[in-house]
C-alpha cells in the first residue's frame, strides 16, 4: 500500500529556510514520480517541484526555481523539498504526491497528471 508523510513544515521568517521531507512507504522510489504540490488559503492547488524516478530529472514551477530544490535519498525512501530564501507569498499546505512513472515523467506530464497517492500535507508558515 502507498503511503506518504510530509514533515518539516512550520512558521519562518521571510529570508528564511526549510526542508520538508516525504517519507514512502509501501513502494520504490525508482519506479514513482514524486511531486510536491501546495496549496494557498482561496487558491487553487500548484505544481512546486517534482523528482521522476527512472531517471531523476527534476522540474520546478517558474516561482520557486533558484529557492528551491527537490532531492531524494533511495535508501531512506524519502524525497525532500529544499526551501530557501522563503517569501510570504509561498505560505500555503505542502503535500507530496506519488505516480506510478516506470518509464520517468516529463514536465508536460507533470503539469497535466492526477497524482495517484497524497500525503496528508505539511503547513508552512512565512511571516514576520
Known amino acids: 500500500q502507498v503511503q506518504l508523510v510530509e514533515s518539516g513544515g512550520g512558521l519562518v521568517q521571510p529570508g528564511g529556510s526549510l526542508r520538508l521531507s516525504c517519507a514512502a512507504s509501501g513502494f520504490s522510489l525508482d519506479y514513482y514520480a514524486i511531486g510536491w504540490f501546495r496549496q494557498a488559503p482561496g487558491k487553487e492547488r500548484e505544481g512546486v517541484s517534482c523528482i521522476s524516478g527512472s531517471d531523476g530529472n527534476t522540474y520546478y514551477a517558474d516561482s520557486v526555481k533558484g529557492r528551491f530544490t527537490i532531492s531524494r535519498d533511495n535508501a531512506k525512501n524519502t524525497v525532500y523539498l529544499q526551501m530557501n530564501s522563503l517569501k510570504p507569498e509561498d505560505t500555503a499546505v505542502y503535500y507530496c504526491?506519488?505516480?506510478?512513472?516506470?518509464?520517468?515523467?516529463?514536465?508536460?506530464?507533470?503539469?497535466?497528471?492526477?497524482?495517484?497517492?497524497w500525503g496528508q500535507g505539511t503547513q508552512v508558515t512565512v511571516s514576520s
Open positions: 504526491a506519488a505516480d506510478f512513472r516506470p518509464w520517468g515523467i516529463t514536465l508536460t506530464e507533470w503539469n497535466n497528471t492526477e497524482f495517484n497517492s
